[in-house]
């Protein structure tokens, strides 16, 4: 069986394969509403000594990490235990108080042989992050308050400035790079770049940074991946990255069989009342590979002219590229926000219901198409590109007309958060000429039409 240490979110394993590490508030309510109506004879097993609660819904399981009386929980694979207790040993766990700190160091991560990681509290941030956004020539308005921005910032900083870092920190660094690592960032921290009003924390469209990944040459994605290893040794702990046996074991597995097309590694995203949160971060090899492939190679034969992250019709399609199908049940337990993202029944099993991007990308979307010019040049969504890519790919075609109407019957949303009519009108101009270059397809389609 796998094992998993420290991950923020539900650990679900099928055959030994870790098939989910992600978790959403709403997702984590169905789940304990699931768990709560376990009887006595119900199959799972307790691993006392690491608080960990197995259960076995085959072929799936699923690990419980219970750390607070609220019941605040993360779920991991630590290890299999024998001992197959009582129902009321469960409501003991729950009450168990968080982990306390002992000399102002907490455990963040120990993997099967004993290895740890920890880090100091509170987090030392050395980063100099004003210093490399001027180097870098990223906008002013960028807002370097949250962590997730300084250490993506640190990271892209750390790739151009690869070359000369031995000069810097001969300590931490030796067989440097002979030149810049061409890596630009994606997710959140793309929008961010571009978007004046996704850093105005009064702005309605705001919402914290979550996602961020990563795209490299494929010749740079292992040099880059050192790089980021070796950040927290030089900018303190607040920009730890390290690897996980599980991030190991993908690494590994993904070359072996697409040639390094995508790597992962964990990064310690928040310390909060001593609980830990994690991410996976992705690196992505000249593709984003997720529910679609988007070729984004162009971006880094230049990335200094896209601030260094997406261009935005990359970085707009990297979010219309999301899509899944659930269930009646697990629609109807989204909250009312989460609802808006629904994209209708699924033409292929009309028990299935389509959910596009979440509610805060929506935002993020809206945002970055009202700070985006609808011409030619900086500052602006290339529709050359935009329509170029989405009429070699149907299936991503398809996805992306769903998000793009979703968002365009959904704008009434921006009314109630006090966004202003002529903006709202101009945002759904806008949205109304994307979709004119957004192919329509009228293939039926027989199953799922995305990858994931």
């Avoid at 455990?107 to 490399?132: F, M, W």
Wanted: net charge positive; proline share 5%; charged share 30%.
């Amino acid at each position: 069986m796998s094992k998993i240490e420290g991950i923020l979110g539900y650990a679900a394993f099928k055959n030994g394969v870790l098939i989910d590490a992600n978790i959403d508030a709403n997702t984590l309510t169905v789940c304990k509403r699931y768990l709560n109506k376990l009887k006595p004879e119900d199959e799972y097993i307790v691993d006392r000594e690491s608080r960990v609660i197995l259960y076995n819904f085959k072929p799936v399981v699923v690990a419980v990490k219970c750390e607070a009386p609220e019941g605040w929980v993360i779920y991991q694979l630590r290890k299999l235990a024998t001992k197959k207790p009582k129902l009321e040993e469960f409501q003991v766990l729950i009450e168990e108080k968080p982990v306390e700190i002992k000399e102002g160091r907490i455990p963040v991560y120990q993997d099967s042989l004993g290895r740890k990681v920890e880090v100091k509290i509170p987090l030392e941030d050395k980063a100099d992050v004003e210093k490399y956004k001027a180097e870098l020539g990223l906008p002013d308005y960028l807002n370097l308050d949250e962590l997730l921005v300084r250490k993506a910032v640190s990271s892209l900083w750390l790739a151009v400035k690869a070359p000369e870092l031995g000069a810097v920190y001969p300590q931490y660094f030796y067989r440097l790079p002979r030149e810049s690592l061409r890596v630009v960032a994606g997710g959140d921290i793309a929008f961010r770049m571009h978007s004046p009003t996704l850093n105005d924390p009064r702005s309605p469209f705001y919402h914290p940074v979550d996602e961020v990944y990563f795209v490299a040459l494929r010749k740079h994605m292992i040099k880059f991946l050192n790089l980021l290893l070796l950040q927290r040794e030089v900018l303190g702990d607040a920009h730890l990255y390290f690897l996980t046996e599980e991030d190991e074991a993908f690494n590994k597995s993904s070359s072996l069989l697409f040639g390094t097309s995508k790597l992962r590694i964990t990064m310690l995203k928040e310390v909060k009342a001593s609980k830990v949160f994690l991410d996976i971060v992705e690196i992505h090899a000249e593709h984003i590979f997720r529910e679609h492939s988007l070729k984004c190679k162009y971006a880094l034969s230049n990335p200094w002219e896209y601030f260094y992250c997406l261009p935005r019709e990359i970085a707009l399609l990297s979010k219309l590229m999301k899509i899944d199908a659930v269930d009646e049940e697990k629609f109807r337990s989204l909250s009312e926000k989460e609802k808006l993202t629904a994209l209708g029944v699924a033409p292929y099993d009309y028990s299935k219901i389509l959910i596009g991007m979440s509610f805060k990308d929506m935002m993020y979307c809206y945002a970055l198409i009202k700070d985006s010019g609808m011409t030619v040049g900086t500052g602006s969504i290339n529709f050359k590109i935009y329509g170029a890519i989405l009429r070699k790919d149907p299936g991503f075609a398809t996805t992306a007309r769903a998000n793009l109407e979703n968002l365009l019957n959904r704008i009434e949303v921006l009314k109630k958060l006090g966004v202003e009519d002529d903006v709202i009108y101009n945002i759904e101009t806008k949205i109304e000429e994307l979709l004119r270059a957004t192919p329509k397809i009228s293939k039926k389609w027989k199953g799922p039409w995305w990858s994931s």
